[in-house]
């Protein structure tokens, strides 16, 4: 268990819809990092926060936005879903997003959109 | 152009060899870091192990050693005695340290262990 929490695990919805995708860091850690994982892109970089501020992003469509709470809990929004969004979305935290620190992952959410 | 390039696609090795798995980058920051991930079929990304640009010894944690050549940009991992359950999906990652911090993930190697 890595200590990052993800939920849900599953989520099937259909186009259009919005849906939000909830990551809790591991204990102490204050930076927190979205990635989508989909069969023909690898694990693409979406956006990255640290103690609640932006601070690198990566491709994130528009239509998706992210942020991180006072309680470093961190929420992706993805919005007017299209079925290309569907993949494994994880979510990871390290102690302050610098140097040497490896990233914890959680499980991931499984989007599918219909 | 591709920061992280994994040229193998899949590779199939037989139980008990060492593999070695590709991994070339590309930066112009003096200052980076290297890692490797390793996903099970279950999904879940697991940490195995981490370079740094400026670190004088090639890493090594257990049976996992990374192969750095930085003229060459590259930073193989090589797996020693391989087990049935090193089949997975293998990740190398880098982080530039001078610049946003973000870490970009190469495509992967899916690795099979042949008993």
């Known amino acids: 268990d890595s200590g990052v929490t993800q939920t849900p695990k599953h989520l099937i919805t259909a186009t259009g819809q919005r849906v939000t995708l909830r990551c809790s860091p591991r204990?102490?850690?204050?930076?927190v990092y979205w990635y989508q994982q989909s069969l023909d892109q690898g694990l693409q970089f979406l956006i990255q926060y640290y103690n609640g501020e932006e601070r690198a992003k990566g491709n994130i469509l528009e239509r998706f936005s992210a942020q991180q709470f006072p309680d470093l809990h961190s929420e992706l929004n993805l919005s007017s879903l299209e079925l290309g969004d569907s993949a494994l979305y994880f979510c990871a935290s390290s102690v302050d997003g610098t140097g040497r620190e490896k990233l914890f992952f959680g499980s991931g959410t499984q989007l599918s959109v219909l | 152009a591709q920061k992280i390039t994994q040229t193998q696609p899949g590779m199939f090795v037989q139980e008990k060899e060492a593999v070695t798995l590709d991994c070339t980058y590309d930066t112009s920051d003096p200052s980076y870091g290297l890692f490797w991930y390793k996903q099970p079929s279950s999904g879940e990304m697991i940490f195995l192990i981490y370079q740094g640009s400026y670190d004088q010894q090639n890493a090594t944690e257990g049976r996992y050693s990374l192969n750095f050549q930085k003229a060459r940009k590259s930073a193989n991992l090589v797996i020693s005695a391989s087990q049935l359950g090193d089949s997975a999906m293998y990740f190398c990652a880098m982080r530039e340290t001078n610049r946003d911090d973000k870490i970009i993930f190469g495509k992967g190697t899916r690795l099979h262990i042949l008993p």
């Open positions: 204990s102490g850690d204050l930076s």
